[in-house]
């Protein structure tokens, strides 16, 4: 399973009371191990104050974006992590960059701006960025979005995305040795790519006379996958064997993740539950992502559904938890609010992240701060995510990019 943000497989009281939740969590020791068990790196940043990671491959590499600057926040630069470095991997001739997504030959995907102030897509690999390139149109304005945006790319090099074309919708596309591939649409509409599997399978989502409809595009086809009774659908991931996860309206306004296979979209509902979203699927067919489980009170939980059950993942002691993305084994990363938020809930933010296997929510620490999240997962196990660096509120705005290893 592919998507733009995990590569192969390919999503938080008194001062009493707060020192005395804060004494119930995971914390980092001075060798970089959480009290988990899990080792913390900080992976550092390319000058500024703040990094982040958005994706981790089974060779260790972690990509994301970082400030540059530590007077200023503005610029920000992708990055690539490796062999205990953190190397900047430049622009397309703008000043702002960031990275998306690698695979399992090192190839990373991202958005940059461009010498003439344009925001493109980009692959970087062997020490080189290539501009992706148009579809040969622009955004009307500066609030429409890039005029190139990746969202992922499969060991093949295959990369899935969206652009804007010379009629001025924009419309997915699939990029292959130096070409751009429109996608077209299941109508006049535009057309929005979410993920690719290794097959070059693109689903998304595109506008029809009817609603907004989940498509799949494989072939030179894009397929309408219909919806499970409402006017909206869209797909949100696929895997290597085709199935496709996603959330479709249902009737009487529910919000439902779908699984689709063999022509068929199958409902997966949470008894009394609305507002889900998938984040990501498995070659064995496992959906993670998050969801509320009360129409009434609208708490979202992380949520994995296999084998024809939903299970809640629960929390770390707070109140609510949301997956990012799960592996190839079925393990699931993410964030969840912890004991320090349900004991002082003006005190924002105090979440961590956390690894779920086996039935088991494990919280991950962080790098000395009150936050952390957990961002993507490797097939290795391997996890990528960011930190505060410190508890003190006048160097709280500190983030790190960091990899956690078993």
């Given at each position: 399973?592919l998507s ?87 622009t ?22 461009t ?31 890039p005029?190139?945006e ?64 989940a ?10 996958l ?61 959906i ?39 592996n ?28 779920w296997s ?10 000395g ?15 990528a ?22």
């Open positions: 399973m733009g943000m995990s590569g192969r497989a390919l999503v938080l009281a008194a001062a009493g009371g707060i020192v005395a939740a804060l004494a119930l969590e995971a914390t980092t020791t001075a060798t970089g191990r959480a009290a988990s068990g899990w080792g913390i790196r900080d992976l550092g940043t390319l000058g500024g104050r703040v990094s982040t990671a958005t994706a981790v491959n089974e060779r260790g590499q972690v990509v994301g974006r970082s400030q540059v600057d530590p007077k200023s926040g503005k610029v920000w630069h992708a990055f690539v992590w490796q062999n205990g470095r953190m190397l900047d991997i430049g397309l001739g703008g000043t702002t960059s960031g990275a998306v997504a690698i695979n399992e030959r090192g190839q990373v995907i991202g958005g940059s701006t010498a003439s102030g344009a925001s493109h897509a980009f692959l970087w690999q062997t020490g080189t960025m290539t501009d992706l390139g148009t579809l040969g149109g622009r955004p009307a304005n500066k609030t429409s979005g005029q190139t990746a969202v992922g790319i499969n060991d093949r090099g295959q990369i899935a995305g969206m652009s804007w074309t010379k009629q001025g919708v924009r419309h997915a596309f699939r990029w292959e040795n130096g070409e751009m591939r429109d996608l077209g649409s299941l109508g006049a509409g535009p057309s929005i790519a979410t993920a690719i599997n290794n097959r070059g399978d693109v689903v998304g989502w595109s506008r029809t006379e009817r609603g907004t409809h498509f799949l595009w494989r072939d030179g086809k894009m397929i309408d219909g919806t499970l009774g409402g006017s909206q659908s869209a797909a949100e991931a696929i895997n290597d064997r085709g199935q496709i996860a996603g959330f479709s309206e249902a009737p009487h306004y529910r919000d439902d993740f779908f699984v689709w296979q063999d022509g068929r979209m199958r409902a997966i509902g949470i008894k009394n539950g609305s507002l889900t979203f998938p984040v990501g699927i498995n070659d064995r067919g496992q993670a992502g998050y969801g509320s489980l009360s129409i009434r009170h609208l708490i979202i939980h992380a949520l994995v559904w296999w084998s024809g059950r939903v299970h809640d993942l629960g929390t770390l002691g707070g109140t609510e938890s949301r997956a990012a993305s799960i190839k084994r079925g393990t699931v990363v993410g964030w969840s609010d912890t004991r320090a938020c349900a004991a002082a809930p003006r005190v924002s933010p105090c979440r961590h992240g956390f690894v086996g039935g088991t929510l494990v919280d991950l620490g962080t790098l701060g009150r936050t952390s999240e957990a961002t993507a997962i490797a097939d290795d196990g391997r996890i995510g960011s930190s505060l660096t410190s508890p003190k509120p006048k160097i709280s705005s500190v983030r790190h990019a960091v990899l956690w290893e078993p």
